[in-house]
């Protein structure tokens, strides 16, 4: 699983979404999203809503590539740690 880091402006994102729209011209599925909403979803399923924590995972793992983006920047916690990883 390559991993991208690196100071702001350095072009990570830009790379990461070109990888995805050749995997996408191929026929392959990729799937964009950042980190904190991928917490706050999982959080939302919590609250009692409609699907549970397991199909909000099921559903962000599914594509054939997932980007996970501004992984670090949203950590204000240590259960937001946990929580990613």
């Not at 590539?65 to 916690?77: A, C, F, K, N, P």
Request: aromatic share 10%; net charge negative; glycine share 10%.
């Amino acid at each position: 699983m390559p991993c991208f880091y690196g100071n702001t402006g350095t072009g990570k994102t830009h790379l990461a979404c070109a990888i995805a729209n050749e995997l996408l011209r191929q026929g392959k599925s990729a799937l964009f999203v950042r980190a904190y909403e991928v917490l706050r979803t999982i959080r939302d399923t919590w609250k009692g809503g409609e699907k549970t924590e397991l199909a909000v995972i099921r559903e962000f793992v599914a594509p054939d590539l997932l980007i996970l983006d501004e992984v670090g920047v949203q950590y204000g916690s240590e259960s937001e740690r946990i929580e990613l990883f």
